[in-house]
């Protein structure tokens, strides 16, 4: 079952942005979900095409003791190569905003929420070969997969669609597409109500 699904009124989808690629990472700012690789392929990526933006949205975790310090966040946005723009409520204008979704996590994921979203919203992503973030895309369809903490992989890869805007165009609508299919709240809720009667006809 994919996750607990995604409404699909709420997260519509938009034509992404070809013109102006900017890559958005969506994500709670720990190092095991992918920032330092992030930013890291961002500045290589960056060397070679400067019109190229990265956007980091999410929430600064003080609790957390894989938390990102804020002292490293904010000097991101000194440098100018990436830009975080901490928690942001209005995630639907985020992605709409946003070209590619970008999740190299090494967290130990379900499926995260922000892949089945961004599907949605028609955006390509490039994630982790891992267990959940392998499982909401489809390789060369909706997105791509890298290895897990590989930075030259990430970088490849998202040099890769920046060569081919017409695969991101392409991945667009077959995301949507696999989003409907799969991901709609309606059906992944009903898919929960099959799996506990199957239970319990056997208890």
Known sequence: IPGSGVDL???YYSKPNIEEIIFLMPCRMLWDKGVKEFVEAAEKIKEKYPEVKFVLSGPYEDRNPRKVPLAYLKELNKD???NWIGEIDDMVNIY????????PSYY?????KVLLEAAACGRASI???MPGCRDAIEENLTGLLVPQQDVTALTEAMEKLILDSSSIERMSYLARAKAEREFSI????????DLYRELEKKN
């Open 9 to 11: 009124l709420k997260f």
């Open 127 to 129: 994630t982790t070969n």
């Open 96 to 103: 709409k905003a946003s070209t590619v979704v970008v999740v």
């Open 80 to 82: 100018g190569v990436v």
């Open 108 to 112: 130990n994921e379900g499926m995260p």
């Open 186 to 193: 309606d059906k992944v809720v009903a898919k929960h109500i």
